[in-house]
């Protein structure tokens, strides 16, 4: 199935609530407002197009699509866009020089996603089916309502409203200037909520160890679920260290940019969860290695956010895991992803079932 046409479009989407984290802020240290979305549509000789996409946060958008214009597209054209793992590797392997983490493979990401999603079409069947249909949804926790500017009281009304919804548990922000702050807010978001509710913290790779182990041990009388990149996420050592002398599990992955990468902290033990994004790992057709890599460690994966394609790697390799609710794109797609009892059911409509509207496109887009 030949491939005729690669386009490229970036959009800039207004987040549906302004973000904060330890790693991620505004120039002044404040909150960020907006995503950056580098979409690609794909469209092969019988004239199916197959939508992918990346995103960015504070930079990087530009390059990528030149990346997706310049070098991706001459390489594609011609090609079978059924291949997605021979043009995997002939695109990893000739930018090889140019990026082998980081935006050569985030925009090698929209690239597979739109490979997928005509393979979808083709075949008439969603996504998660033709990866192995492992189950038919996923449980949610809610990650959008816990930054860093917020108060204990909005957050808890965030939290509220969404564990009414039936999600199983939240996810808040931690890595203040001072970590007492911190375990001040875990401590009173936990008396508000209750002692049975699913609460787990993020710090963004804000702490050295030693900081580390003293927040991790009072997050541990917090019955807190897992402590999410405590460390500089180049610190494996750091982070085996930390593995071994806490109980609390220390979850990672979200910017680690490859199978390779992760094998890194497999073999030095130095995570009890794996989070891998599936734009900063290249798309399905890299996730689904890495879901089979934690598989034969036996440690449990819970895919970082990008919600709207990660559910089909979800549902389609993965016996167990959560997706986490961060609605930081949902407003590019013409449908809402479905969550019905707290569990997120994968679109059934052939490929990714996903479709940015042209009005959509023209309103965000970035000249
Ligand atoms: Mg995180």
Redesign the pocket.
């Known amino acids: 199935m030949r491939i005729t046409k690669v386009r490229t479009e970036l959009l800039r989407m207004p987040l549906p609530r302004p973000m904060q ?1 330890a790693s991620s802020s505004d120039k002044k240290g404040g909150p960020v407002s907006k995503i950056n979305m580098p979409v690609v549509f794909i469209t092969t000789e019988d004239g199916t197009t197959g939508l992918g996409y990346s995103w960015s946060l504070l930079g990087g958008d530009t390059a990528t699509r030149c990346i997706l214009q310049d070098d991706f597209t001459p390489l594609l054209i011609d090609e079978d866009a059924l291949d997605h793992e021979r043009l995997w590797h002939k695109l990893y392997r000739r930018m090889q020089t140019g990026g082998r983490r980081g935006l050569v493979t985030q925009a090698q990401a929209a690239v597979d996603l739109a490979l997928w999603d005509i393979k979808g079409k083709i075949a008439g069947l969603p996504v998660y089916k033709l990866l192995g249909g492992r189950r038919e949804s996923a449980p949610v926790y809610y ?1 959008d309502g816990g930054w860093l500017y917020m108060s204990v009281s909005e957050m808890v009304v965030a939290f509220e409203e969404y564990l009414a919804l039936g999600m199983f548990g939240v ?1 808040m922000k931690i890595g203040h200037a001072d970590y007492r702050t911190d375990i001040e807010r875990v401590r009173e978001v936990r008396k508000a909520l209750g002692d049975k509710v699913w609460i787990a913290v ?1 710090a ?1 790779q804000k702490w050295d160890f030693p900081t580390a182990v003293r927040v991790g041990r009072e997050l541990e009388q917090l019955g807190i679920a897992w402590f ?2 405590p460390l500089l996420c180049e610190d494996i050592p750091g982070h085996a260290r930390l593995a071994a002398e806490l109980d609390i599990p220390i ?2 992955g ?1 910017t680690l940019g490859s199978r390779y990468e992760f094998n890194a902290y497999l073999r030095a033990d130095a995570a009890d969860i794996l ?1 891998p994004d599936i734009i900063r790992v290249g798309g399905i057709t890299e996730m689904v290695k890495v879901v089979t890599m934690a598989d034969v460690a036996n440690l449990p994966v819970e895919p ?2 990008m919600m709207e394609s990660t559910i089909h790697v979800a549902c389609g390799v993965m016996e167990s895991g959560a997706i986490e609710y961060m609605p930081w794109v949902a407003n590019a797609f013409a449908e809402p992803m479905q969550i019905k009892n707290g569990q997120m059911l994968p679109p059934q409509k052939p490929g990714l079932g996903l479709e940015i509207p042209e009005e959509i496109i023209r309103r965000f887009r970035v000249g």
């Open positions: 984290a990650s996810k993020d963004n999410e990149e979850a990672l979200e989070q970082h956010h």
